[in-house]
């Protein structure tokens, strides 16, 4: 039977009236035992460990546009586990490990695909390197291997290989285990997982202020009123600063753009993820078939979440020089999200001298890979009001201490 395309809208429509909301629209309480800030991946998954976790408390996510609006629906998804510092290693592989699990966990499909990651190395340094973090790795019980230019070559034909390039290809390590998920879905998930076990889900509401006396945190005013909560979590990744600054605090951390790109869709080419710190850029073929194509950090201080045109000019030469076969693809969008970097490349999962007020942010460039785990850990600190041993590391101390944890290699050109 043929059917009119204004049938088939029809239809769907009225098919549409039967479904029912991801997770409620709720109006601000007056008070709150927890405010998380920040509707991304992060505040949603701190939200969803801590109700989970820590029964009884009365909880709200407050987000100032709509959820996973920020960094976490503008990245470019790879996962993986692979840094070089034990610190640094047992908290991503912690949530390597959550993300294996967590489309059961959550009961809603975050599209995890452990297609498999590697990183490529053009130089007998970039070589050595790699060797040396393979080695810690595997030391950490994290899979990992080295993988030599021929044997790149035949798991990955359409690279180019050969000497031919400004920077040849020498070698990779590659983490089998590492790979995407589907961003959107990892934020409405944790949305709907945390409302379910009684979170209010508050969007439209942006933190202004905050009511701080006698040293301890008391509430925040907000575009939607007054809320008075005892313990609050700044999840903001790139306005960490901002949030800071209402509470008279200064964090190391520095705001930039970070761009990326899609092409248009095509059929699958690219069965893996491969990244290049040395000529700032990495790839992806997307479920549907766009290559995802991201790049380094703009080199300045910015809230604009666009960027400028030389990056994406550098990075799409650095792609087709790695694969001439993109050639005459077509590019369908470019975007821009603000990260929030730090002077060792590592994240800050902390308390505040202010009683009842932590950060968790800092992820930089590469946050999205610890979304569940830093979610866990950074609500184990705010239930326990102690940090989690994973987060200890992490703590804001350690940039007066100098116990700093360099993970700018494994970092690199981002994620
Ligand atoms: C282009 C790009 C590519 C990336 N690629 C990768 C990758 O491949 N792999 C990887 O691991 N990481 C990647 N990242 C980094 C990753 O996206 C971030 O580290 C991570 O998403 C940050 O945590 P979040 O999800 O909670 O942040 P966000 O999703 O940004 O959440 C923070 C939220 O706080 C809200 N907010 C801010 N101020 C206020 C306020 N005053 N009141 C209320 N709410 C407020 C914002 O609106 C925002 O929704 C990429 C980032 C970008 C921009």
């Known amino acids: 039977m043929k059917y009119s395309w204004l049938e088939i809208l029809k239809a769907g429509f009225k098919q549409n009236q039967s479904w029912q909301p991801t997770w409620p629209t709720k109006d601000p309480a007056a008070a709150y035992d927890v405010v998380i800030v920040g509707g991304g991946g992060h505040g949603l ?210 705001s930039h753009p970070l761009q990326a790109f899609v092409s248009e869709p095509m059929k699958q080419v690219l069965n893996t993820v491969v990244m290049s710190n040395a000529v700032h850029g990495y790839i992806s073929q997307s479920d549907k078939g766009d290559l995802v194509i991201g790049a380094g950090i703009d080199p300045y201080l910015s809230y604009s979440q666009r960027g400028s045109p030389h990056v994406v000019d550098h990075t799409a030469a650095a792609i087709l020089e790695l694969f001439p076969i993109f050639s005459r693809t077509r590019v369908n969008r470019q975007w821009g999200g603000i990260v929030d970097t730090t ?3 590592c994240p800050i999962i902390s308390p505040t001298k202010i009683q009842g007020l932590y950060f968790n942010c800092g992820w930089g460039t590469g946050g999205f890979k610890a979304t569940p785990g830093s979610g866990h850990v950074f609500a184990h600190t705010i239930g326990e009001d102690k940090q989690h041993p994973l987060a200890e590391p992490f703590h804001l101390d350690r940039f007066n201490t100098g116990a700093l944890i360099d993970e700018h290699g494994a970092a690199g050109v981002a994620h």
Not at 45 to 70: C, H, M, N, Q, T
Not at 109 to 128: C, E, I, K, P, W
Request: charged share 20%; proline share 2%.
């Open 45 to 254: 998954a701190s939200a969803y460990y801590l109700a989970r976790d820590f029964p009884g408390k009365k909880i709200a996510v407050l987000e100032k546009g709509w959820i996973g609006g920020g960094n976490t629906g503008r990245n470019t998804t790879i996962v993986r586990s692979n840094y070089l510092w034990d610190e640094a290693a047992n908290l991503y592989e912690h949530s390597l490990k959550l993300w294996e699990g967590l489309t059961a966990d959550i009961n809603f499909n975050v599209m995890f695909s452990q297609r498999g990651v590697y990183n490529l190395g053009h130089t007998l340094q970039d070589m050595r390197d790699i060797e040396r973090r393979v080695n810690a790795n595997v030391l950490n019980g994290i899979d990992a291997e080295v993988v030599d230019a021929a044997e790149l070559k035949r798991r990955i034909p359409i690279m180019d290989t050969s000497k031919n390039t400004r920077y040849p290809v020498m070698g990779s390590s590659f983490q089998a285990r590492a790979g995407v998920a589907r961003h959107d879905a990892v934020a409405w998930g944790f949305a709907r997982a945390a409302a379910k076990h009684g979170v209010d889900i508050i969007q439209n509401c942006e933190v202004k202020a905050m009511d701080i006396s006698a040293g301890k945190i008391k509430g925040l005013d907000t575009s939607r009123g007054y809320i008075a909560a005892s313990q609050v979590g700044c999840v903001t990744a790139g306005h960490s600063s901002v949030l800071a600054a209402m509470a008279g605090l200064r964090l190391p951390i520095e």
């Open 343 to 345: 002077p060792d490349a």
